[in-house]
């Protein structure tokens, strides 16, 4: 029972984690020492499920609690305060690029026998090369995305968090988004609000998980909530698989686009209407976002080995 309790807790804090953009769930997963019990559990192999209701139930339980009890603060915050709330996020975004580009640009050459190194199969420049041509692409889809945002988005939640109408559009991006932030945050030092914000879907799943604790929004909130819930359910059980198998044979590669994805967010992120008032403010809220981030992928940076071995199961 005990035990049960403390794995309730420890979800707590996974839960507010996962709904901090830039902060890592899987990090802090790692960093509770249950990594392995979590990997294990995301899986639809029923009797194995039911094995470890005693860690499956209780850890979920306390993911719920976090996030809807901590849903509704983002939310004044992001209405209250958007502009220093938005900077606070840019910083939480740079905090976690120094992590990435570690992971991009480390030499994963190296076979399971330490004293062995395996030939490369490209030369150092080729490969290179082509690390910064995947950064450059992670950019220019974000890019992209930002120009059809901007085109056609609605963008009344990322500043008032009031509720988007239901349409097609807006169920493809939430289950997409979902679907991807999902899987990152299987990934330890990823964040899957990150993936979230980037899609521009984080505020709207803030503001209908903040809804459903008030009558008047519960069903219009539980509406948008449907299609984000199932695409991160089928992340979790159809995407957990994939990413691992990337991160295990080509990791570099697939941490490349996922660092251009993280840059180009910055980019369009940023205001152009800064006022002099402002900037003091949102400076410092940045820089807190930027501590808030950088200091948490550290833990991630001490556990990489104890984290590959886990992946790879």
């Not at 559009?169 to 899987?183: D, M």
């Not at 990934?187 to 209908?208: C, E, F, K, R």
């Not at 991160?247 to 993280?262: D, F, N, R, S, W």
Request: with cysteine; aromatic share 12%; glycine share 10%.
């Amino acid at each position: 029972m005990l035990e049960m309790i403390k794995t309730f807790f420890i979800g707590i804090f996974v839960g507010i984690a996962n709904i901090i953009p830039g902060v890592s769930g899987g990090t802090l997963v790692v960093v509770f020492n249950i990594y392995d019990k979590f990997v294990n559990a995301i899986t639809l192999n029923l009797k194995k499920l039911f094995k470890n209701w005693k860690f499956v139930l209780p850890i979920l339980l306390g993911m719920g609690a976090g996030i809807l009890l901590f849903s509704k603060v983002l939310t004044r915050f992001i209405s209250k305060f958007p502009m220093e709330t938005n900077f606070f996020f840019v910083g939480l975004i740079i905090g976690s690029i120094p992590l990435l580009c570690k992971y991009t640009f480390k030499n994963y050459e190296q076979s399971k026998d330490d004293s062995k190194i395996e030939k490369p199969l490209l030369p150092v420049f080729v490969k290179n090369l082509i690390l910064v041509l995947e950064i450059l692409i992670g950019i220019a889809v974000i890019i992209f995305f930002q120009y059809l945002h901007v085109k056609y988005g609605d963008s009344s939640t990322e500043t008032t968090g009031i509720l988007p109408e239901i349409s097609i559009g807006l169920v493809l991006k939430l289950f997409i988004g979902g679907l991807l932030g999902a899987v990152a945050m299987i990934i330890p030092g990823i964040s899957g609000s990150l993936i979230m914000l980037i899609l521009n879907v984080y505020t709207v799943i803030i503001a209908a998980i903040s809804g459903l604790l008030a009558k008047g929004t519960f069903f219009h909130s539980a509406l948008i909530l449907l299609p984000a819930g199932l695409g991160i359910i089928t992340g979790l059980f159809a995407g957990a698989k994939l990413i691992s198998i990337l991160i295990e044979k080509v990791p570099q590669y697939t941490y490349a686009v996922i660092l251009g994805l993280i840059i180009g967010s910055v980019l369009v992120m940023i205001p152009h209407d800064l006022t002099n008032g402002s900037i003091v403010f949102s400076i410092f809220f940045m820089g807190l976002g930027f501590c808030l981030a950088f200091f948490s992928t550290l833990f991630t940076g001490k556990s990489k080995k104890t984290e590959d071995s886990e992946i790879k199961q």
